[in-house]
């Protein structure tokens, strides 16, 4: 099949790395290996930072031209399909629903979200706009069970959402000895010290307090031998490195933000990934570190628990338990063969459960039942 893809939150390709971004550009890597020929059909962004004044409806406008001008260019030869991936009440879609609908063709949506405490509020136009979009779709995929239960009510009929878990390409072979022996080298590390790993982008809001839950949580651990590795970069970079202020500098590596294969050699060469998760939908990073075999300590929250199994591949605390957080941190670090019995599990269930053909079979098959049924 022909198929328009887009992305309102953000294009796929978007200079800014994310895990939204990640996920946008793994669908459409799904589908193409399916056979089908996906085209990027706007990067329009509709996103609203809640501070400039307006500015959904100015959106919203703009959104309704281009929506004009994208039926009239595509009506000659329209895709067979659009779709949607990640549409909430920050980033309705102002394309889809009108194109779709103006060339009679189906309409499916990734990654969904609804949140009717927003109503009224002051993203009002765009949830509204993100529930007629819902209301509209021949389906919707969601990636997170935690979305369901706000989604089903909005359906034509139940049948029309679908769960796909979140999904990685699998990880090349590596070998983590050689990677850990030349990271300890580069970074001056001490190789015999358990190596704890956070992934995540360096800006404001949930992200940086991510980051200060795991500074205040490792200060209780000083005591015991660890060392962390952060990566990421991003504009509260400065802040996010002062809260670790009251750990001795020796004991971190702030390594900025990475291409993959470094960023794989850090996975392959640590012992526990570590993320409090403050309000993650799911955490693309806690999924590709455990498809790498890597442990996972997090926050449960979200999606988190759809792909982190507690006490199986990693350990789940309450959302933003700093002392609950130690303590898990430290007792895996305590336990190198309970490291490794969830590394081994993380790896055979990531394999299992989030892997990419899989995922693409899923969707391949989901997305040609609904250009039958039309």
């Known amino acids: 099949m022909r198929i328009a893809f887009y992305a309102p939150l953000k294009p796929p390709n978007h200079p800014t790395p994310s895990g939204d971004r990640r996920m ?37 406008t703009l959104g309704a031209r281009l929506a004009g001008r994208l039926t009239r260019r595509l009506r000659e030869a329209p895709p067979d399909l659009w779709f949607t991936y990640h ?11 009108a194109v779709s609908r103006s060339l009679g063709i189906p309409y499916v949506i990734a990654e969904a979200s609804y949140a009717p405490k927003q109503a009224g509020g002051r993203f009002d136009l765009g949830h509204r706009a993100a529930a007629q979009a819902i209301a509209q779709a021949d389906a919707v995929i969601s990636l997170t069970t ?13 049948d029309r959402l679908s769960v796909l878990r979140p999904f990685v390409e699998p990880p090349s072979p ?64 400065t802040c996010v490195e002062e809260s670790f202020g009251k ?14 294969d470094r960023l794989a050699a850090c996975y392959a060469a640590a012992d526990l990934m570590v993320w409090p998760a403050i309000n ?30 507690d006490g199986v591949t990693g350990l789940l605390t309450p959302i933003g338990d700093e002392t609950a957080f130690a303590e898990a941190v430290a007792s895996v670090l305590t336990d190198e063969s309970r ?15 989030h892997g990419f053909a899989g995922a693409s079979r899923t969707l391949d098959a989901l997305l040609k039942q609904i250009a039958g049924s039309r």
């Open 146 to 158: 935690a979305d369901t239960e706000c989604l089903h009510p909005l359906l034509a009929s139940p």
């Open 280 to 309: 993650e939908a799911y955490g693309m990073a806690l999924l590709e570190a455990q498809a790498a075999g890597l442990p996972v300590v997090a926050g449960r929250t979200g999606g988190v628990p759809d792909i982190v199994r």
């Open 87 to 97: 549409l909430y009440h920050k980033a309705p879609d102002w394309l889809g629903p």
């Open 174 to 237: 590596r070998d983590g000895i050689a990677d850990r022996a030349a990271l300890a080298h580069s970074l001056d590390l001490d190789p015999d010290a358990p190596w704890l790993l956070a992934v995540g982008m360096m800006r404001g809001g949930d992200k940086q307090r991510s980051f200060r839950i795991l500074a205040r949580a490792l200060e209780r651990l000083v005591s015991r031998d660890w060392r962390l590795l952060v990566v990421g970069d991003g504009p509260r970079r």
């Open 247 to 260: 750990i001795p500098p020796d004991r971190l590596r702030f390594l900025g933000a990475l291409p993959p």
């Open 24 to 60: 946008a550009r793994l669908l459409i890597a799904a589908l193409e290996h399916a056979g089908h020929d996906v085209a990027l059909a706007s990067d329009f962004r509709s996103w609203d930072d809640g501070i400039s004044p307006n500015r959904h409806e100015r959106l919203g």
């Open 339 to 353: 490291r490794a019995a969830m590394g081994s599990a993380a790896k055979r269930i990531a394999a299992a459960e």
